[in-house]
């Protein structure tokens, strides 16, 4: 498929599938589209086994990484801080918050030394944290990326610079027009336009209008840059449909959270297949700025009038992940209670998964209904 | 085009117009598109001057006429009510926050015996009233109308048999998919599906997700009634966006108020081209069910913290259009304050608005916006 995208990745359809799970990325890049591994919580040992197997598995097929360094952060020039330090400072009333919601429900709290979800060792660099992701991209660069992307707000200096020195482009997420002028005048090669639809962290404006408004505004500043289309795309035909809008391809997430490959627990891929597109949620809860996730007892609790409000970034992470560790160890034991209060960040488009199926399905259902989509608007001309 | 909405309706593109205003209606459909007549706030009398002038305008093309019907209202069995009477039973804290607000920016009241925007005579029938609504139906069935739609939940069985009776197709708006099975199962014939970024009431979910997702539950019960996009859409792109995720065609509405036909104060439309994505807000504060709008001083007054809160609907709709319709006027004369505080509804496609265009020529782009955007998916394969 002719997409600057496909020029840009060395790829021949123009489908990114953003995973935290090593499995996922091979999988994506081994059957024709491009997957990018979430770092976000790895240290620079821990990439690089991952990254290794990733380099075994992916049929020497190119992938990308992506960190999530946020521009304002509330632990900014804490240097040296870990995990454990910044637990240390999480208000007593938000302790107690959780170790009430947990008590209520039968849940036993994880001991203080067990690692939450996706983090690699038990006293890790804080999430977040610049200063890891830049060592992050370092270990990356040992391996055939093709690919670095930032999630959260305008990429540092020395995260383009390393791109730019290895020839790599350089991703970043927007979820506002003015966003987007500022990266593209930053020096950022490919945007990631993504709608208030998305899991995770995500704006209010929808995808089909996001696209439209960012490519005008590149447009009127004579920018070229590539603009991937994310937030609710679940299937080939909606990928066809934001091509069709301008975009060079798109970005996806939640519907690898339904793949066998996944990290995601068996519950939580079951509450994805009953789920409609009314059962997420876009709360602070999670990690202290807006993001989408599956509506659970644990949102409800945090988006309630007992609430103790959110903690900022990256605080409000560190107590909730852990908290959703010893639900799933409480569900999966079959405390239907914690079952309930089981959730993920997942996008509204959660509401178009039938079925868990294996990456590589998806990808290869992807191309097939893009296909279809596009015979069927050649048939409209007949 | 082939598409089963232009064969239901008689035209080639299926791109249908929403608008309260006839001249839009009429330049729509004579320019090859499909006007749909909003009719709410009008009588049998008024509805009869307004379609008559459409006849004479329309160049003989089809057009259609939309009514507010839902299907739970405050007033239910209140027969014989007038706009007059249910404007007595208005809370007189609810008066005084609109009355202060008003005064604290300047603006004076409209005297009690002037008519809100839209509202036709002086003691008129209440919005969203049923009776009214069917009164107004069969005045329209006279004129030769080709589509009866209701935008507010499933239309009773007397509006389903009075198409069914003229042979002219039965829309439906829906912002869930749950709520698309209930109304194809109570026998409508055309769905339109609005996605929450859509201006006036609509639900959470983005049209890129609720459109498939309701084609999915349709597939699934072996339905095949077409299905309209709504929500967001402003352009030739996003329609073939639409249409290639497996839309018949697109319902537009916000679009249309930006034109030179509009029936919206060149104040509101100077207001659209200057506002961004992110300048509506969904909000009660309207009509006392959930709308989208332009944010200004007088949604953040309704969403702030000494706001009264929303009245159920109708009782909102009486006392929020009397004062807008008095702020439009003030503002009109220079006062900033109340320019800050006009507002109408409107979808986050504003954001996409950058000059005022007369309805024709908006239609005669989405052509063009839509060949281009087949013409760049045919590229793709080259």
């Not at 930032?150 to 970043?172: C, I």
Request: proline share 6%.
């Amino acid at each position: 498929m002719k997409s600057p995208i496909c020029e840009m990745l060395g790829i021949d359809f123009p489908l990114l599938a953003f995973s935290h799970c090593r499995d996922v990325v091979a999988a994506v890049s081994k059957a024709g589209g491009f997957g990018v591994f979430g770092a976000t919580g790895h240290t620079p040992e821990s990439i690089e086994v991952e990254l290794a197997w990733i380099d075994a598995h992916c049929g020497g097929k190119p992938y990308g990484l992506d960190v999530l360094i946020p521009e304002n952060l509330v632990t900014g020039g804490a240097k040296g801080l870990t995990s454990r330090g910044l637990a240390e400072k999480i208000p007593q009333g938000h302790r107690d918050f959780v170790d009430d919601l947990l008590s209520r429900n039968g849940v036993t709290p994880s001991p203080r030394n067990e690692r939450p979800a996706g983090e690699p060792a038990k006293d890790s660099a804080p999430p977040f944290d610049p200063t890891n992701a830049l060592e992050l991209l370092e270990v990356a660069f040992r391996h055939p990326i093709k690919l670095i992307a930032n999630a959260l707000g305008v990429p540092p200096k020395a995260m383009l610079d390393m791109g730019k020195k290895h020839g790599v482009p350089v991703a970043a997420l927007v979820g506002a027009k003015e966003h987007a002028i500022r990266q593209v005048e930053a020096g950022v090669d490919i945007l990631v336009v993504q709608g208030g639809e998305a899991g995770g962290h995500c704006g209010e404006v929808s995808t089909l209008v996001l696209v439209p408004e960012v490519l005008n505004a590149l447009k009127a500043i004579g920018a070229k840059t590539p603009v991937l289309a994310a937030g609710g795309i679940m299937n080939g035909r909606q990928m066809a449909g934001c091509m069709a809008m301008g975009a060079a391809g798109v970005w996806t997430g939640s519907v690898w959270l339904a793949t066998t490959e996944s990290e995601t627990s068996e519950i939580f891929r079951e509450k994805m297949v009953a789920a409609t597109s009314r059962d997420t949620v876009r709360s602070k809860g999670r990690t202290g700025k807006p993001s989408r996730q599956l509506k659970s007892g644990w949102t409800q609790a945090w988006d309630g009038p007992d609430s103790p409000g959110a903690l900022p970034m990256p605080y409000q992470t560190l107590i909730s992940e852990r908290a959703l560790l010893a639900i799933e160890k409480s569900a999966a034991t079959g405390n239907a209670a914690a079952r309930d209060m089981v959730t993920y960040f997942v996008g509204q488009g959660v509401g178009l998964v039938d079925q868990v199926k294996s990456a590589g399905q998806v990808v290869q259902e992807f191309k097939e209904d893009f296909v279809a989509a596009y015979e069927d608007m050649t048939a409209l001309f007949d």
